[in-house]
Each structure stands twice: as C-alpha cells, then as structure tokens.
C-alpha cells in the first residue's frame, strides 16, 4: 500500500508525526545550512539529508494547516542556533539559505553522495536534488504563505 497516496499522516502503527519531523527539519536545514563553515573540522556534509528528507515528506505535509504554523514556532525558537541568522525575518532566512544553496554547488555533490550511499529507495525513486531543492522551496512559500 502506498499510504501517501492514501493521505495518511501516520501508518497504523507507532510512528513520529510527519508534519512535526518536517516542521524540524525545515528549521535544521535553515540553521545548519546559514552555520555551515566547510573549513571546520566539525563541518557536516550530511545536513543534505534534510533537504532529501523534506522532499520525501513534501506531498504528506503540504495540505495540513498545523504544518505552517509548526515550521514558524520551531524557526522561532531555534533563532539562537544560529548567530549568522540570528534576528533575521523566516523570510530572509529562508532567502539567505537559498542563495548559500544556489552558490556553492558543492551542495549538489554532496546530495546525490549522501542519496546514493543512504537511501533504500530504488534510484529512478530517488529525488534529485533539483527535484528536492524544488520541493524545498514549495515548503518554504507555503511556510510563508499567511493563508490559514
């Protein structure tokens, strides 16, 4: 059964909420990806996997309302996790970790490496990073969309 088709937020069993773990990732992509220095010994190349993630839970996580409303509490709070973005509107974050994403194109390699080695998906199910950045940016206009 493909149960995002069925519209299910969670399978009939134990599970974490789909709109909460999106809701987190969407705030990790945009503070990590903002305090991400690839010269540090600490740099990780993996915060990839959120982008990916965000893209797999796309479809079951645009239509419920709690979503936007979600993403902008935990944004909010993770303000501090992040000094280069601390302050700054979701909007400029959003925008400034996008142009970070559209200029270094490092990103890209380090995705598909990321996707290739970690996914169980078959490859013609992956999505690309283009596929995924697109996906991204849908969540992040909807985050921003004041429509309730």
């Avoid at 796309?58 to 302050?87: H, M, T, W």
């Avoid at 380090?110 to 697109?134: C, I, Q």
Wanted: net charge neutral; aromatic share 8%; hydrophobic share 35%.
């Amino acid at each position: 059964m493909n149960w995002r088709k069925k519209n299910l937020r969670c399978l009939p069993f134990a599970c974490i909420d789909p709109v909460e773990n999106a809701a987190d990732k969407l705030s990790a992509f945009v503070w990590r990806t903002a305090d991400r220095d690839r010269k540090s010994e600490n740099d990780d190349p993996t915060i990839v996997r959120h982008q990916h993630d965000l893209a797999i839970l796309e479809e079951v996580v645009i239509n419920p309302p709690e979503f936007r409303r979600l993403s902008k509490k935990v944004i909010a709070e993770d303000d501090g996790r992040c000094k280069k973005i601390k302050g700054f509107s979701i909007e400029q974050k959003f925008e400034h970790v996008l142009e970070i994403i559209e200029k270094d194109k490092e990103y890209q390699n380090e995705y598909e490496l990321f996707v290739k080695g970690m996914s169980y998906a078959k490859t013609v199910d992956m999505p690309t990073y283009e596929n995924a950045l697109r996906k991204v940016k849908l969540l992040m206009q909807h985050v921003l969309n004041n429509e309730e």
